[in-house]
């Protein structure tokens, strides 16, 4: 049994920029991974097989397994291995979920990249770079940069990569109300499409600097998305409350984060929101080791 994290994906900036003829937006947007996430393990077995389970995998339970983009990735890796000659066995995969579903920190894209670096090591089968990529891509905007799973700056539509060395570790509280947010809506609902575009990043090597060029950044998608879960407001205000450095929310909802100064305020601000938010998702952890 071959195991790999999906680790949360936090959209620490998030500028819209434009939108394409075929409706696709474009974003840059700066992105960081946590020690939080889901995880799935795969195994050759006598025949493909998929296994749910973990905390969080409740609001999947009553879906359609071969819609899951573990299965997709499954399926979409095996059709690349079978063109190129490859003689693939079945592989039975568990996912255990432990990120709340449709909260905006990637839990199903990252789930899906695991997934694909997973299959790749057990059929043996090494695709070039960016053939991986297009696979990824063809699943969903975010999985290619879930597959990188380092510190970086995603353009055009999510699949324009490029890598910032932060240098350091960031602190944090990730929260959900327990309301699933539709990303296509969220899109739907914004007013402003052409805006301004990310700055260069600053401070990288300096936590406090790069926080401070941090808070002169913007998430786009919250208003459409305080519109459609007004409980987002109720997020930030919490964390705010709760001594957070910055208060953002990450993609398009309804998780949000804050930033705190260090790894045991992260904690005690989490332990004082589940005594007065006993029925959100909550969590402290960190940003992975910086490349």
Known sequence: MLTNDAPAKINLALHVTGRRDDGYHLIESLVVFTELGDRVSARLASHDGFVLGGVEAGPLSAENSNDNLVVRARDALAGAARQSGAVLAPVEIKLDKRLPVASGIGGGSADAAAALKLLCSLWDFSPAADHLSQIALKLGADVPMCLSGRPLIARGIGERLDPVALGFRLDLVI???RIGVSTPAVFSALKSRDNAPLPAPEGV???GAFIDWLARTRNDLVPPARRLVPEISDCLAALNSSGALIARMSGSGA????LYASADAASDAANRLR???????IAATRTSPAD
């Open 255 to 258: 998780s949000c984060f804050g």
């Open 205 to 207: 090597g300096d936590k």
């Open 175 to 177: 929260v959900n109300p």
């Open 275 to 281: 005594q007065t938010k006993p029925g959100w998702f």
